[in-house]
């Protein structure tokens, strides 16, 4: 009976040695493997996708030339401010607001907003406080739209009087912020 409890304890012994000899070899050894295996196919996978774009951006180049050369030369160019400086655009904007806004009275405020870069174009802002009446602020409006220089109208608040008679133009307070693009010189 000893001798059947011996060997039942050896061949439990040798089991359980095969089974940790077997995971060892499974966590120390094959799934390192897979894994590194699976992370190289992947791997492999985005290079060739790379690869792939980047002939397919070699072959479109020529294309890709004539319309970078076709936005440089743009006449749409000429809508921008142009200058080596910000505040020297500014300026230029403001003088043209002025312009526009002639009809009305003049504006009882005016100032400049930060630039705010993107890329090579710069995004200038003046903002602006005064009071006109509806059909001074629609010719406006309608010379601002037609202005050489892209002009744009990104804020409005209109106040008008609370009470006012049917046929009476009454003076609006308004405040707007106006906006333009501008390039410095060499940048298109």
Do not use: C
């Not at 209109?158 to 707007?176: C, D, K, M, R, S």
Request: aromatic letters at 4%.
């Amino acid at each position: 009976m000893t001798s059947n409890i011996t060997q039942m304890t050896r061949r439990i012994a040798a089991v359980s040695l095969l089974v940790s000899l077997i995971a060892v070899l499974w966590f120390g050894a094959i799934q390192p493997i897979g894994e590194y295996l699976s992370t190289a196919a992947d791997e492999r996978g985005i290079s060739l996708r790379a690869i792939k774009r980047n002939r397919a951006l070699l072959r479109e180049s020529s294309a890709i030339r004539a319309a970078q050369d076709t936005v440089e030369h743009s006449p749409r160019w000429r809508n921008f401010y142009d200058g080596p400086r910000t505040d020297a655009a500014t300026v230029q904007m403001e003088s043209d607001l002025r312009a526009i806004l002639r009809d009305s009275n003049n504006p009882t405020s005016m100032s400049a907003e930060p630039p705010k870069v993107h890329g090579t174009v710069t995004r200038i802002g003046v903002r602006l406080t005064l009071s006109m009446r509806i059909d001074q602020l629609a010719e406006a409006l309608d010379r601002i739209q037609k202005h050489p220089q892209q002009l744009r109208v990104e804020d409005l608040i209109i106040q008008a009087p609370e009470y006012q008679g049917g046929q009476v133009n009454p003076t609006l307070a308004i405040q707007a912020l106006i906006s333009a693009p501008m390039t410095t010189h060499g940048s298109h």
